[in-house]
Structure formats: C-alpha cells, structure tokens
C-alpha cells in the first residue's frame, strides 16, 4: 500500500465534495479520458490499455482514469527512473523503459526541464528550447518499434481496447512502425500537433491510419481518436 501524505487524502476528500453533481476528474491534459469513457460506456469496467509515452502516472495521463477503475494496461517511456516511479504507483500495469522509433537501434533524447516536452524528435526539441523551457540534457537511448514492443510485452491473448500514443514529433514513425493486422487497438489516441480538422486528409499519419482501416471519430485540442471501423458500428448501433 501507498503511505500517501495526509494533504492527499485531505484534497482527494475535498474534491469529491465540491466536484459538480455528475462530474468527473480528468487527469488527462485536454480531457482525453472523460471522452474515452463516454466512448466504452457500461465497458469502463475492465478493459486494457497501451500507453506510449506515458510521461508518468497521473499527470497529464490518458490511461490513470482507467487504472483507478480496474483497467490494466502496459505504460511506456523513455525516460530513465520513469519505470521504478510507476511500479510504485501502478503496480498492476506493466512498465517498460525504452523508446519507440521507426527501427531498432539508439537515438539521441532531447530531456527538457518540464518532462512533458521530451521527445526524441531533434525538430521539436529546437522548436521548444527557448524560454521558460530549455533541454537539460542530451542521452543516447535504446529504441525499438512497436511492433516489437508489443509482440515482447503484450500479455498473450490480450486485446487492446485503447492505445494513446504522445510522443512529442515522433508520432508518425511509432505509428507506422506497428503491425497493424496483429495488433488492433479499438480507440487510437495520437497527438497531431499543429494540425486542424479540416486539413487532416493531407495529415500523412492520418493516411496511414485510414489505409489501415481507422476512421476520425473525435479530437480535443492536439489529440485525435481514431477508431477501428468496426468498433464504429458497434457504438452507433
């Protein structure tokens, strides 16, 4: 059990008390997991999850609503100590401490003073060194794709219902790095940054995905659901 400081559960109390009737807290940045509820419905129960960049194990996490629930998933991050932080507070989930690229092999990662920003994209990181945010170091790290990733680590014979995947750039590749005819989340999250609806045909992330059998079903500010055509009509039945 967590010994949790006694201003925790003093504030978890609080909100529970203040919290408008029927509202819920997101922990997620842009309300990502409020809308994912709403989409599994009666399904919120049970369920598994991949997280790729998962940043940590409540803040600014897609998946931490769900975990609170009874979900089970597999978290991934690049970032060194990220694995010992959430064993401790996620003991349920499998963690794994490695990077997802286009290809095995190493890639230079750019860490930033607020660990939301850290990508392995050398683009993005000149795009977000300046200040208040600035890099605080340059690391060599492992990468595999996610094919591989998820053909090591995805227990067997389990489903993916939802995938989130934020990778700060480097989302197309970790996208197109999967073997999409085996492994089928039913809901993809993918973080689009700089990308509007009414241009996202030409988005090439958004090609692959519908190529696939993927269709755009929401979008909050920078992230867009993608979901399997069938999982569609089982929701609109």
Request: with cysteine.
């Amino acid at each position: 059990m967590i010994n949790r400081p006694k201003w925790v559960s003093c504030l978890g109390r609080w909100l529970r008390d203040h919290l408008p009737i029927g509202g819920r807290l997101s922990y997620a940045q842009e309300g990502e997991d409020l809308l994912l509820a709403r989409l599994f419905g009666n399904q919120i129960k049970s369920g598994f999850f991949v997280d790729i960049g998962a940043h940590h194990p409540v803040r600014y996490s897609n998946t931490y609503y769900f975990y609170r629930r009874g979900w089970t998933g597999l978290n991934v991050d690049a970032l060194p100590g990220t694995a010992n932080l959430f064993r401790r507070m996620r003991p349920k989930d499998i963690t794994v401490e490695c990077g997802i690229g286009a290809k095995e092999g190493f890639l230079t990662y750019f860490a930033f003073n607020e660990p939301a920003l850290n990508t392995f994209s050398e683009q993005e990181a000149a795009k977000k060194n300046h200040p208040p945010y600035y890099v605080i170091n340059k690391i060599q790290l492992p990468v595999m794709t996610l094919a591989q990733l998820l053909d090591r680590q995805l227990p067997q014979g389990r489903t993916i219902d939802f995938m989130s995947v934020d990778t700060e750039g480097l989302d197309h590749e970790v996208i197109a790095s999967n073997d999409w005819n085996r492994f089928r989340p039913k809901v993809l999250l993918v973080e689009l940054l700089n990308t509007r609806l009414e241009n996202l045909q030409s988005n090439p992330t958004a090609q692959l995905l519908q190529g696939v059998g993927y269709k755009i079903y929401a979008k909050t500010y920078n992230t867009f659901f993608f979901v399997d055509k069938e999982a569609v009509s089982q929701w609109n039945a």
